[in-house]
């Protein structure tokens, strides 16, 4: 066998799979937003209708505005997950396994962690209203049927869930510094947060830029645990861009404009990749 | 630092332990509860008695089903994948052609791409040649998106042996096959059991492709089932609970027993940046 064939024969099974189930149907995504159709009937060509209608829905943009805010959140509780990383590589015993009962969350499906924190934000028995009540909170809000602290809601399991991902890859960062370092500056007089602020966080920021990026793309991709514990709501108060696709194509047959939204989704999280990476491009690579 | 500095500091600590881990141990003490316990007592108390009842209860009436099909879809769909992605990155390293970059590009584009918007061709698709509702549908798809993210960490290894093996292998006439599936993929152990164990976390949790591909009991995975289930239990709180525990106790043994394998792949799954 010659070696065209022998690199044919071993890259097919993965080519095809990833062309097929991964490239042609983003393709045709942007196609189907062209069609009315219902799904199962035949499809209607309409031009550009979907995407125009797309563009002045209300709810749609209140679903970006939505995936964007919680964005926002992710992007801001980074610092929480540093500050906490530094603490746990300045020589504290125990690291090891703290950082393991940090990461347990992580493991968790989506589904599960929405299903628990149902639970806890439970206005008769939760867990949250329990405690809250100790320190003798009388009327706690309506965690996840208040349409003005919903999404704050949700944002929590979310910081749960992501905390020892975003702590464990910080700490492996810092750990990679070397001592001679945090040595020399000790030596000059420097503070434990003149250490972590002006050498240890320059000296990690192509980890920390990142996990920007993850943040804010995992962000626009949110769809598990939001469908699993408010289904969007209540009114559309926690609906994202993912759901709102969802239900437009799986609630409502509407597949043609349900494909529209979904393309519109692929598009917004493309350029915000994009403009992200252009801005936290290095344009001096700090070296030790 | 001081002998009070180093306290804060541990108290710190000690409190994002205890918010990281205490809903999980809720979660466990109100599965082993009845109804009336959870409603009257503390939610913080132990069990007044141990109710395991609640678990065999849930297992037969169909959680059970859930169980096994999670199974079997995350253990073939990790088979397919990791020899798939081996494969793959095995001619992308290590043989010399035209094209290798370019194709590895479209490999590592797939990483960034938000699955939801492949979601209602992907549906369309499956309709028109009948994997609706078959579990078919599921492992091929699994086996697709993670290929990108399980080439990704194999490539760091593949670049890493040293071209003598293969020089070696193949002066003592070993054909190409044989170097790759007695060489290189036993030496790749260590990195494809850590892919392996990404693999299982992603098919174990998923849900949106089976919520959206099947429709009958009988193909559910847990993640789906479950969801169902509890809206089915509304008010048993120890019934739910039990789920819940069922669904995620064979991640967090997996996790017991080989953390370091989990830390490794978490880490090396993140610099995908």
């Known amino acids: 066998m010659s070696n065209k064939w022998f690199i044919t024969l071993y890259l097919l099974p993965a080519l095809l799979l990833v062309g097929i189930l991964i490239f042609i149907p983003l393709v045709l995504t942007g ?8 799904g199962i009937g035949a499809m209607e060509f309409i031009g550009l209708t979907n995407y125009i209608n797309v563009m002045q829905d209300g709810m749609f943009w209140q679903s970006a505005g939505h995936s964007g805010l919680l964005a926002v959140f992710s992007t801001l509780s980074l610092a929480i997950y540093l500050a906490v990383s530094m603490i746990l590589a300045s020589k504290i015993k125990g690291s090891d396994l ?3 009962i940090y990461l347990l969350p992580m493991l968790l499906s989506s589904v599960a962690i929405a299903q628990l924190w149902i639970k806890i934000y439970n206005p008769s028995n939760g867990m949250l209203n329990e405690i809250l009540a100790w320190f003798g909170v009388q009327n706690p809000p309506l965690w996840l049927a208040d349409p003005n602290i919903v999404l704050y809601s949700i944002f929590i399991p979310i910081l749960w869930q992501y905390a020892g991902f975003y702590i464990l890859i910080y700490y492996a960062a810092l750990k990679n510094i070397p001592e001679s370092i945090i040595e020399a500056a000790k030596i000059d007089g420097a503070s434990p947060f003149q250490i ?17 990026v993850l943040a804010i793309v995992g962000s626009l991709k949110y769809f598990d645990l939001i469908y699993v514990m408010t289904g969007g709501g209540p009114n559309g108060a926690s609906e994202v861009m993912a759901s709102y696709m969802y239900k437009l194509a799986f609630g409502t047959n509407n597949f043609g404009y349900g494909s529209a939204v979904g393309f519109m989704l692929l598009i917004i999280t493309l350029i915000v990749t994009v403009i992200i990476r252009k801005v936290t491009a290095d344009k001096e690579e700090l070296q030790y | 630092m001081g002998r009070i500095g180093y306290f804060l500091l541990y108290l710190s600590l000690g409190f994002v332990a205890v918010f990281q881990i205490f809903p999980i141990v809720w979660l466990f003490l109100f599965s082993l509860k009845d109804n009336r316990e959870i409603f009257a007592g503390s939610p913080f108390a132990l069990p007044s008695e141990i109710r395991w009842e609640n678990y065999l209860r849930v297992w037969e009436g169909g959680i059970g089903t859930y169980f096994w099909n999670s199974i079997w879809i995350t253990g073939v769909s990790i088979l397919f994948t990791l020899l798939f992605a081996s494969m793959a990155v095995f001619v992308i390293t290590r043989m010399k052609w035209k094209l290798s970059k370019l194709v590895l590009g479209l490999f590592m584009v797939g990483l960034m791409i938000p699955i939801h918007s492949a979601l209602i061709p992907l549906f369309s698709m499956f309709l028109s040649v009948n994997l609706i509702n078959n579990p078919l549908a599921i492992v091929i798809t699994y086996t697709a998106y993670n290929l990108p993210i399980t080439m990704m960490i194999l490539l760091g290894f593949y670049y890493t042996i040293p071209r003598e093996i293969e020089e070696a292998a193949i002066i003592d006439g ?37 919520n959206t591909f099947i429709s009958s009991d009988r193909y559910k995975t847990l993640t789906v089932g479950i969801n169902n289930f509890v809206g089915q239990y509304m008010t048993d709180w120890g019934a739910i609970g039990a789920t819940l525990v069922i669904s995620v106790l064979p991640i967090i043994i997996a996790f017991i027993f080989f953390s370091n394998k989990v830390v490794e792949g978490i880490s090396s799954s993140a610099v995908k940046g």
């Open chain 1, 31 to 38: 196609y189907y937003g062209l069609m009315r159709w219902d």
């Open chain 2, 174 to 210: 070993a054909s190409l096959h044989r170097l790759f599936f007695r060489i290189l993929l036993p030496i790749s152990a260590p990195v494809l059991s850590t892919t392996a164990i990404i693999n299982m976390i992603y098919n174990w949790n998923e849900f949106v492709f089976v």
């Open chain 1, 196 to 212: 972590a602020y002006r050498i240890k966080l320059p000296l990690i920021m192509g980890v920390v830029k990142v996990t920007i």
């Open chain 1, 98 to 100: 703290l950082r393991k």
